[in-house]
């Protein structure tokens, strides 16, 4: 088992080596996985997201980085309807969320089944990990292929094992959560979000309630997902997971896309004052 230092270590090295341009991001809305479009949320009189359009296509990695309070969590919660959006509209795989229109200010779901679909295509992984804390590591991971997907124990099982090799912790599969330190936590929360094997995986903030030496274990496995082609679309405020892993970047400025490009040259010279403001504290 490597220590600590030895994944952090090869975290940062495998980062500088790797100035793969990923493929161009592309707006074709036919090959979207996820498309956004116009959209609004509003909390009762205070607007929060005011227009805010986006596209991923398949194997993307977009980061959304801005201020606290500039509305990326909403968004990413409107993605998988555990908020509502005031307006717009949401596909994922080309299907329209099942959202009615307004009534006296008001929408909502039209179908449990297709909402439950979108929750087990779209895999979020939060700041705090929310692992069941009465199951050991492999139950966790094991639910919800059994209750959702209706796998057999013995399918989800090795799936499990599968799944906690691929993020360095076969050893803890018997541990309960509170026996592991938080980036061992987020990793089982990363393990049990790829066992619904996602379309896309949306990471809110996953490295913000570590403390410091945990973040690269983490940032590593995004990584590898990251490499293997998987849609990740990330909050962070990890400035150079953002640069050196996304393909697109997108400034979130009071609710609306400030700005938005490839992080080459976002970070280089951001275009818009507010931006430039934000990554000077940042970087
Ligand atoms: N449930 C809520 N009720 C009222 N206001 C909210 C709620 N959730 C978020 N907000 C507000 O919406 C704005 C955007 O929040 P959020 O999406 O969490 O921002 P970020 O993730 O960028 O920090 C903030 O001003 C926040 O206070
Ligand atoms: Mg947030």
């Given at each position: 088992m490597p220590n600590q230092q030895e994944i952090n270590r090869t975290a940062r090295i495998s980062y500088k080596e790797q100035e793969k341009p990923r493929e161009i991001f592309s707006i074709m809305p036919e090959d979207a996985i996820i498309r956004v479009e116009d959209l609004y949320k509003s909390y009762g009189p205070i607007e929060v997201i005011k227009g805010v359009s986006l596209t991923a296509k398949e194997h993307d990695v977009i980061s959304l980085i801005?201020?606290?309070?500039?509305?990326?969590s909403t968004i990413l919660r409107c993605m998988n309807l555990l908020e509502i959006p005031t307006a717009g509209e949401i596909y994922i795989s080309g299907k329209r969320l099942p959202l009615s229109e307004p009534k006296n200010g008001v929408r909502?779901?039209?179908s449990e089944?297709?909402?439950?679909?979108?929750?087990?295509s779209l895999g979020m992984v939060f700041q705090s990990f929310n692992l069941w804390s009465h199951l050991t590591v492999i139950q966790n991971i094991m639910e919800a292929p059994v209750r959702v997907l209706k796998k057999s124990k013995d399918e989800a099982r090795a799936n499990a094992e599968r799944l906690l090799e691929?993020?360095?912790?076969?050893?803890?599969?018997?541990?309960y959560p509170s026996q592991l330190s938080g980036g061992q936590q987020q990793r089982v929360a990363i393990a049990r979000t790829l066992a619904l094997d996602?379309?896309?995986?949306?990471f809110d903030e996953p490295t913000s309630a570590l403390d410091p030496e945990m973040v690269g274990e983490v940032l590593q496995v995004m990584r590898d997902l990251a490499d293997e082609g998987r849609t990740m679309i990330v909050v962070t405020h990890e400035m150079g997971f953002?640069?050196?892993v996304s393909n697109h970047v997108v400034f979130l400025d009071q609710g609306r896309i400030g700005e938005q490009g490839h992080p080459s040259q976002l970070f280089k010279s951001p275009q818009t004052e507010n931006c430039q403001k934000f990554l000077s504290k940042v970087l």
């Open positions: 801005g201020a606290s309070g500039s509305g990326k909502k779901i039209t089944k297709e909402l439950r679909a979108i929750r087990t691929r993020v360095g912790i076969s050893e803890k599969r018997d541990m996602p379309k896309v995986m949306l953002a640069r050196e």
